[in-house]
């Protein structure tokens, strides 16, 4: 049982350092067994076909993400009750993430394996992302239609597949990853900083801009929640964390 567990992690390893730096082309069997170094009825045996393993690649970096962020908006809605904000539900879709990355000591690669997750518009990882993410994304779909007031929820909704569709897409633009590099390296650009602007994109009135200070201070009172649940501690993660070297590197990375 050991042997078939480590042979299963080892190609599901293999699965996701080609997906990572190749794309879904490098999902071939001959690929993954030459990086695994296992046969192919080793791939037949656990996963049976391509599909089957892309799957449940995404399932095994996906499923935890998707958990940690249902638990944060929960913990948000708690806290603030009726007083949620968008702020607090962008914050715990993207805190997570951001999260994993920083605590992994492969943040580079988890970043990259990520961000091409979420832009690839091949069949074969959309469908498997959609099946995926669709119970979580209707919970989080009725937070922004519950906190954006007097809005249509089907303007609501169209801003937020706007931003959280085109953002991944436009960052695997080689030209949008030179100005990310510059942008993430400054010194004193923060999580609350990054964030914040996310959150612009959606709360705003037709025509108006958003007051971004007040969106910050909003995107900051998520401290107070993080706080209270034991990964947060455990990650040592603050909406203050300056990003640095680590937005610089992962920029590159993605590239």
Not at 23 to 43: D, K
Not at 108 to 117: K, N
Not at 208 to 236: F, G, I, T
Request: glycine content about 6%; proline content about 5%; hydrophobic content about 45%.
């Amino acid at each position: 049982m050991r042997d078939s567990l480590s042979t299963r992690r080892k190609v599901l390893d293999a699965a996701e350092d080609a997906y990572a730096t190749i794309g879904v082309e490098g999902l071939t069997l001959r690929l993954v067994t030459e990086r695994a170094l296992v046969n192919l009825a080793s791939i037949n045996y656990h996963f049976g076909t391509k599909r089957a393993l892309a799957e449940e690649m995404l399932r095994r970096r996906l499923d935890p993400l998707h958990r940690d962020r249902l638990a944060l908006l929960e913990a948000a809605e708690q806290a603030f009750g009726p007083e949620l904000r968008v702020a607090h539900v962008v914050t715990a879709i993207l805190l997570p993430g951001i999260g994993r990355m920083l605590a992994s000591e492969s943040r580079t690669h988890l970043a990259a394996f990520l961000t091409r997750c979420a832009a690839d518009p091949t069949p074969l990882i959309r469908d498997a992302m959609t099946l995926q993410f669709q119970a979580y994304g209707e919970r989080f779909d009725a937070a922004f239609v519950r906190c954006m007031h007097g809005i249509p929820p089907t303007h609501v909704l169209w801003r937020v597949r706007l931003l959280f569709n085109a953002v991944p897409g436009t960052v695997m633009n080689p030209n949008t990853i030179v100005l990310l590099q510059n942008l993430l390296a400054q010194p004193t650009l923060t999580l609350a900083d990054v964030v914040t602007q996310f959150v612009g994109v959606i709360d705003c009135k037709d025509g108006e801009a958003s007051d971004k200070e007040a969106l910050r201070e909003q995107v900051m009172a998520m401290e107070r929640v993080m706080s209270s649940m034991p990964v947060y501690r455990q990650w040592n993660l603050s909406l203050e964390h300056p990003l640095g070297s680590f937005g610089s590197s992962t920029a590159q990375q993605v590239g």
